[in-house]
């Protein structure tokens, strides 16, 4: 047993998925999501433990929209795809194939599921013969924080001529050719980390990298109808982002190193107070975005605030403010009443005229 | 967001208390505004679920859609909310005033004001106006009469609120936001309740646990335009469910109540706040703007005018474009000469400076560059505390005249010597009155009310090959008028 297992307990390790990666991704600072989600904790249940349960969740008319969705899509072989395929790539796809990897002869286990689909990707790419080729949820592998997870597929790798596509099928309407931007945002971060991951598994298997494409096909309903249309998306700054941000991840290690011994996050043995305690003994970096993202958002937002910490303020206000840590230490510098360290004169200058005209103006 | 307001959150965050970012009100309020709070259901691109709608906070009409994913109710719904919204907006077109200009013209006495809880629910009037526009009365699928009109005025009142300093379509949490700043990040400012909880916390809390409190989804249902997850897992389910087996309503349209109910009253403790604050001396101006526009839609649109196209053609992107950064850059320059606190933000950033008149040349005449006769151009010399940054010539607008145009001549220590360019009567020397003495404390800043100048472009039929060439001008097709809404 791994010191991550003992970490997580009896529990069953989560899989990380394109958005969960994409959410540490954007937050590379955060030790404690980097921990929780390699040891395969369910940030989920532990939130509802210590009493903090997740802001967010999923109607159950979104996701009944989003399946109805991606099975027209897939419907009859892919037929809708295929035709979306040939007009966005402008592909003269004769035939195709298509491959669901959801199962390897009734075993859903990672590891077999891995194995066939580094199998069928590899004949595909080496035999390329011409014909396009569709591989239902792929699971691909990454290494996280000096960590291997696998990838929850809920994407299509599309093969043609030797070269590979990510199509994502997402449920948000693309009216008059204009997207959500939040949304379309979201969507090619998650398909970067796919993108990441086909390359990752192309550089192991000795082919190359290359031949994923960092265009990826967008597949969202059109207007206000169900009829689904296709983009193409340049993933190209979002997979450099993803890629700095990983390299930028805290090895899991140096932060198992910190942790006082013994310590343990097992809901089942552990009160909401000492679970508490063992998740506030990992650093954790909050910003308001969690609140969409993360499940232990609420749990690090009191925190922060018990702190009087900057950060609850959000990342352009604290910015603004100079990066300094605590309200207290900027309200303190504004009126002299604390003195400013060396790096933080000229901050502490600013504030101090910003105090005298507020002052003024505000009487 | 500035060091200004990052520091007002901050000492909201100490005093569990909203602090002010205005001292007067930016926007402009209606006598009786039309507050609108629509709701979709989750998943759908614009799939209207329900709305609370009403000038009258005693009276609000409450709107559903039984059964969202059925495209005539949806259409039913449209045509109600058409009954309630169509005779307020054109019962402002009977009204007018002649306005004294070159040319003078009429102008709409009022005009109609929508207030919408957040961004979100501007959005969704959009998209509700896109999905309706252009719907034909006849045909295939006809609907009522009132649906195309109002997907036109939707779509022209969501339009005008890109407008900087319109106040057409204004979202609630947006104009809050305007005059306080919270204890909270401006992410979370875009949930109203908890937003109100801060500004205006109920007796016995503070601020953070008021805002706390707020975001019980019980007791303070999200404002829309989406509900809540469990709401639509726990209750709308069941109640769809109970329309489709019973054909009653009843069961839906106390679910939706429950959810609605809560941010009327929320809208309306927003509207008395805002009215508590004294108008700006810029908001009636920009109120004209509005009801110049408003007139020019009600007149286009009793000619028969056609819904607006899906896309812009480049001439009139490139206007559009102009247009909203010109009303941008005045909406920001009005607002800090309209108030000392909206100026501070400029003058910590350095483009502004305040400070006491120490010196004025007024018999200084010059030959101006491109000119051959001397003119008078008196130098006025000001002492500042402030953090000035700007250079000589640059040119800067005065809180004592705003059309006065001045330019620095020098900045030497806390001294700062500016030029008088005109509005100075016509004399040889500057007309009494025109120039600031010895002792004014004066405010100067590098901010143009004007709003510029729009550039010269092209007709639209001369639109050069580089654009496309001349656009096709839009005209209704059966295509857009049978478009599917599933």
Same mark, same amino acid.
């Given at each position: ?162 070269? =590979? ?58 207007? =206000? ?60 970096? =909050? ?77 | ?12 965050? @100490?005093?569990?208390?909203? %602090?002010?970012? $205005? ?25 209207? +679920? ?16 039984? *059964? ?56 969704? &009037? ?7 526009? #252009? ?48 204890? %909270?990040?401006?992410?979370?400012? &875009? ?39 469990? #709401? ?6 069941? &109640? ?10 009843? @069961? ?16 309306? *403790? ?30 286009? +649109? ?15 992107? $490139? !206007? ?31 483009? &502004? ?64 010597? !500016? ?62 008028? %049978?478009?599917?809404?599933?």
């Amino acid at each position: 047993m791994t010191r991550l297992d003992t970490l997580r307990g009896p529990a069953e390790p989560l899989d990380h998925n394109a958005r969960t990666i994409a959410a540490l991704a954007v937050n590379p600072g955060c030790d404690r999501r980097a921990l929780l989600d390699a040891a395969g904790v369910d940030k989920q249940k532990t939130a509802v433990h210590v009493g903090f349960p997740a802001p967010f969740g999923q109607s159950p008319f979104a996701i009944t929209r989003a399946k109805s969705f991606d099975a027209l899509v897939k419907a009859n072989g892919c037929a809708h795809l295929l035709r979306l395929l040939r007009d966005t790539l402008d592909l003269s796809i004769s035939e195709a194939s298509y491959a669901d990897i959801s199962d390897v002869g009734g075993n859903d286990d990672h590891h077999v599921r891995h194995t066939r689909t580094r199998a069928l990707l590899k004949r595909a790419a080496t035999d390329g013969d011409g014909a396009g080729t569709l591989f239902d949820h792929p699971l691909l592998k990454l290494t996280v924080a000096g960590h291997e997870v696998y990838l929850e597929p809920a994407v299509i790798a599309f093969q043609i001529e030797g070269r =590979f596509h990510i199509v994502e099928i997402k449920s948000f309407a693309v009216i008059d050719d204009q997207a959500d931007a939040g949304q379309v945002a979201a969507a090619a971060r998650q398909s970067a980390v796919y993108v990441h991951a086909l390359r990752a598994l192309f550089a192991a298997e000795g082919l190359d990298p290359e031949r994923v494409s960092h265009n990826v096909v967008l597949v969202c309903p059109k207007d =206000f109808a169900n009829h689904p249309t296709a983009t193409l998306l340049d993933v190209r700054q979002q997979l450099a982002a993803l890629e700095r941000q990983l390299s930028r991840l805290p090895r899991i290690d140096r932060i198992l190193d910190e942790l006082p011994l013994g310590i343990t996050f097992d809901l089942e043995t552990q009160s909401p107070d000492e679970v508490s305690k063992a998740v506030a003994t990992v650093d954790a970096r =909050f910003a308001p975005e969690c609140l969409a993202s993360c499940e232990m958002s609420l749990f690090c937002r009191a925190e922060a605030r018990d702190n009087g910490s900057t950060d609850m303020l959000g990342r352009a206000a604290r910015d603004e403010l100079g990066g300094i840590e605590s309200v207290p230490a900027v309200l303190g510098l504004a009126d002299g009443s604390r003195l400013p360290s060396t790096e933080q004169l000229e901050i502490a200058e600013q504030l101090r005229y910003v105090r005298r005209i507020y002052t003024e103006a505000v009487a | 967001m500035s060091i200004m307001s990052s520091y007002a959150r901050a000492l909201a965050v @100490q005093t569990g208390c909203a %602090q002010p970012v $205005a001292t007067v009100r930016h926007v402009h309020l209606s006598a009786a505004p039309m507050v609108f709070i629509p709701l979709k259901l989750a998943g759908e691109a614009a799939a209207p +679920l329900g709305a609370l709608v009403g000038t009258d906070p005693a009276n609000p009409r409450l709107l559903l859609v039984p *059964q969202p994913r059925n495209r005539d109710l949806r259409f039913a719904f449209m045509a109600e909310l058409a009954e309630v919204l169509l005779p307020y907006i054109e019962g402002f077109a009977g009204v007018t005033e002649t306005v004294e200009a070159k040319t003078p013209y009429e102008r709409c006495a009022d005009a109609p004001q929508l207030l919408v809880p957040n961004r979100g629910g501007v959005a969704f &009037a959009k998209l509700l106006g896109r999905s309706t526009r #252009f719907r034909r009365t006849d045909g295939p699928y006809p609907v009522h009469p009132s649906v195309p009109v109002l997907g036109q005025w939707l779509t022209f009142l969501a339009e005008r609120a890109e407008y900087a300093g319109s106040s057409s379509l204004v979202s609630m949490t947006d104009a809050l936001a305007l005059h306080w700043a919270t204890g %909270q990040s401006s992410m979370e400012d &875009a949930s109203l309740a908890t937003q109100l909880a801060w500004i205006a916390p109920p007796d016995g809390k503070n601020g953070p646990e008021a805002a706390l409190a707020a975001e019980d989804p019980l007791t303070s249902p999200p404002a829309g335009p989406e509900t809540h997850p469990d #709401f639509d897992g726990q209750v709308l389910v069941h &109640a769809i469910q109970a329309y489709e087996t019973s054909g009653s309503p009843a @069961q839906i349209r106390e679910a939706l109540r429950s959810q609605l109910e809560p941010t009327w009253t929320l809208m309306w *403790q927003g509207v008395r706040l805002l009215r508590g604050l004294p108008e700006a001396a810029t908001v009636e101006a920009r109120w004209a703007r509005d009801r110049d526009q408003f007139t020019r839609e009600t007149a286009r +649109l009793a000619d028969g005018g056609f819904p607006r196209g899906r896309v812009d053609g480049a001439v009139s992107a $490139a !206007i559009r474009l102009a247009d909203l950064e010109s009303a941008l850059q005045a909406y920001e320059a009005q607002r800090a000469f309209d108030d000392p606190l909206v100026m501070t933000e400029h003058r910590v950033a350095g483009k &502004a400076f305040s400070g006491e008149v120490v010196a004025v040349d007024a018999t200084r005449r010059i030959v101006p560059a491109g000119k051959t006769r001397p003119a008078p151009r008196p130098l006025v010399t000001i002492r500042t505390g402030d953090p000035v940054r700007l250079s000589p010539g640059r040119r800067l607008v005065s809180s004592r005249n705003r059309k006065q145009k001045t330019e620095i001549v020098d900045i030497t220590g806390d001294l700062v010597v !500016i030029q008088v360019n005109d509005q100075m009567g016509r004399g040889a020397t500057p007309a009494p009155g025109s120039l600031p003495v010895v002792g004014d404390v004066v405010c100067y800043a590098e901010l143009d009310p004007g709003g510029g100048q729009r550039p010269r472009l092209p007709a639209g039929e001369d639109t050069p090959w580089t654009h496309g060439g001349p656009p096709e001008p839009y005209m209704p097709t059966d295509e857009d008028a %049978q478009e599917a809404w599933s």
